[in-house]
T-cell receptor, first 112, second 113 residues
Framework: GQQVMQIPQYQHVQEGEDFTTYCNSSTTLSNIQWYKQRPGGHPVFLIQLVKSGEVKKQKRLTFQFGEAKKNSSLHITATQTTDVGTYFCAAAGGTSYGKLTFGQGTILTVHP | NAGVTQTPKFQVLKTGQSMTLQCAQDMNHEYMSWYRQDPGMGLRLIHYSVGAGITDQGEVPNGYNVSRSTTEDFPLRLLSAAPSQTSVYFC????????????FGPGTRLTVT
């Protein structure tokens, strides 16, 4: 089935440092979504990207969709302790048409 | 609105036992799904439904059954629990489709011994 690779698996940062997680697919995607899961919680939708080269911002979070619609990134500027959690990408399209394939997630730890 | 609710929050089963994980949503969403989450593997789709009376298999359906008799409820049945089914189970719903924004329930943490 559809393969979605997300890196890194873990990221430890000092508060105030930046953080980036990457999501890659071997096939062209129709859309990509990002979710955040706090420790012990459930995934919560952050954003959806649809257009080639799309860039969206939410306060300190910047989301990008690649020109070929095969990759995406989430960048957090000046991390805060409230950013702690696991960030998942979820891809639609390719061989999993009509359904989402989730990346493995990046676990972000922020040291105060 | 309560959103998506799941019961129980925690469950311990012995190998071979059966049980039903409950999921309900009050947002009138047509699309509902069950995912399991295992360390390092993201969320994997077990079964899904595109409306009352319609269900289909996802990526990892073996050992699980579902039914959708109403728009609100989407229970997941474990037929004969196995240790490999130890996981966290999330139910999700969507108004737009399975490939669009998902609203997740709080999850059920299941341990099979």
């Amino acid at each position: 089935g559809q393969q979605v690779m997300q890196i890194p698996q873990y990221q430890h940062v000092q508060e105030g440092e930046d953080f980036t997680t990457y999501c890659n697919s071997s096939t062209t995607l129709s859309n990509i979504q990002w979710y955040k899961q706090r420790p012990g919680g459930h995934p919560v939708f952050l954003i959806q990207l649809v257009k080639s080269g799309e860039v969206k911002k939410q306060k300190r979070l910047t989301f990008q969709f690649g020109e070929a619609k095969k990759n995406s990134s989430l960048h957090i500027t000046a991390t805060q302790t409230t950013d702690v959690g696991t960030y998942f990408c979820a891809a639609a399209g390719g061989t999993s048409y009509g359904k989402l394939t989730f990346g493995q997630g990046t676990i972000l730890t922020v040291h105060p | 609105n309560a959103g998506v609710t799941q019961t129980p929050k925690f469950q311990v089963l012995k190998t071979g036992q059966s049980m039903t994980l409950q999921c309900a949503q009050d947002m009138n969403h047509e699309y509902m799904s069950w995912y399991r989450q295992d360390p390092g593997m993201g969320l994997r789709l077990i079964h899904y439904s595109v409306g009352a009376g319609i269900t289909d298999q996802g990526e990892v359906p073996n050992g699980y059954n579902v039914s959708r008799s109403t728009t609100e409820d989407f229970p997941l049945r474990l037929l004969s629990a196995a240790p490999s089914q130890t996981s966290v189970y999330f139910c999700a719903s969507s108004y737009a489709g399975l490939a669009y924004e998902q609203y997740f329930g709080p999850g059920t943490r299941l341990t099979v011994t």
